[in-house]
Antibody, heavy 125, light 107 residues
Framework: EVQLVESGGALVQPGGSLRLSCIASGFTFSSYEMNWVRQAPGKGLEWVSYIGTSGTPTYYADSVKGRFTISRDNTKNSLFLQMNSLRAEDTAVYYC??????????????????WGQGALVTVSS | DVQMTQSPSSLSASVGDRVTITCRASQYISHYLAWYQQIPGRVPKLLIYDGSTLQSGVPSRFSGSGSGTDFTLTISSLQPEDVATYYCQKCNSAPFTFGPGTKVDIK
């Protein structure tokens, strides 16, 4: 069974930092692109960041570019999101989501077929 | 960047009704469009990808169509368990932008 479990959500002051983790199981983690998606309270879904199977390439939404860093450790089936210079508008539930399957350098369409339960990040003084 | 819009933003329909939601991309995205369902309090769920391919386990009353810039999600016979917000998403390249969502409830 595919499982994605996020951790690291917390209350943090504006300007602070936080690192989210997502532990994957039930599939060959190193063969899948991965993403972070967030949802502010009562709002819609916002794609945040993407990472390729080996750690590159990485892409970011304009709203977090230069402040957030996505990374992964395929030896530990883990995905991370380092969030710096946090702002009130970063308050949201953060989901990790499995992307496309890649084999032999070719990747299937990036659709988010499995999601974690989410980690709540609250930025407030 | 490509912008995604959806219409309507919300709708109310009776059980058994045919429901149609439209998604439009500001630029050509071929067939690279996915639809997600988010039931209140739940995690988003993939319904359809590549514009019209039903994800495994999704009821056949859900269908998708379209390509290029205009796409449609159809629920052929609305059921009470379909009360949710539906999002489209462009999947051809980053940024993988979601539409603003369409909230569906029962009349």
């Amino acid at each position: 069974e595919v499982q994605l479990v996020e951790s690291g959500g917390a209350l943090v002051q504006p300007g602070g930092s936080l690192r989210l983790s997502c532990i994957a199981s039930g599939f060959t983690f190193s063969s899948y692109e991965m993403n972070w998606v967030r949802q502010a309270p009562g709002k819609g879904l916002e794609w945040v960041s993407y990472i390729g199977t080996s750690g590159t390439p990485t892409y970011y939404a304009d709203s977090v570019k230069g402040r957030f860093t996505i990374s992964r450790d395929n030896t530990k089936n883990s995905l991370f999101l380092q969030m710096n210079s946090l702002r009130a508008e970063d308050t949201a539930v953060y989901y990790c989501a499995r992307g496309g399957y890649c084999s032999g350098g070719n990747c299937r369409t990036t659709v988010f077929d499995y999601w974690g339960q989410g980690a709540l990040v609250t930025v407030s003084s | 960047d490509v912008q995604m819009t959806q219409s309507p933003s919300s709708l109310s329909a009776s059980v058994g009704d045919r429901v149609t939601i439209t998604c439009r991309a500001s630029q050509y995205i071929s067939h690279y469009l996915a639809w997600y369902q988010q039931i209140p309090g739940r995690v988003p769920k993939l319904l359809i990808y590549d514009g019209s391919t039903l994800q495994s386990g999704v009821p056949s009353r859900f269908s998708g169509s379209g390509s290029g810039t205009d796409f449609t999600l159809t629920i052929s016979s609305l059921q009470p368990e379909d009360v949710a917000t539906y999002y489209c998403q462009k999947c051809n390249s980053a940024p993988f932008t979601f539409g603003p969502g369409t909230k569906v409830d029962i009349k």
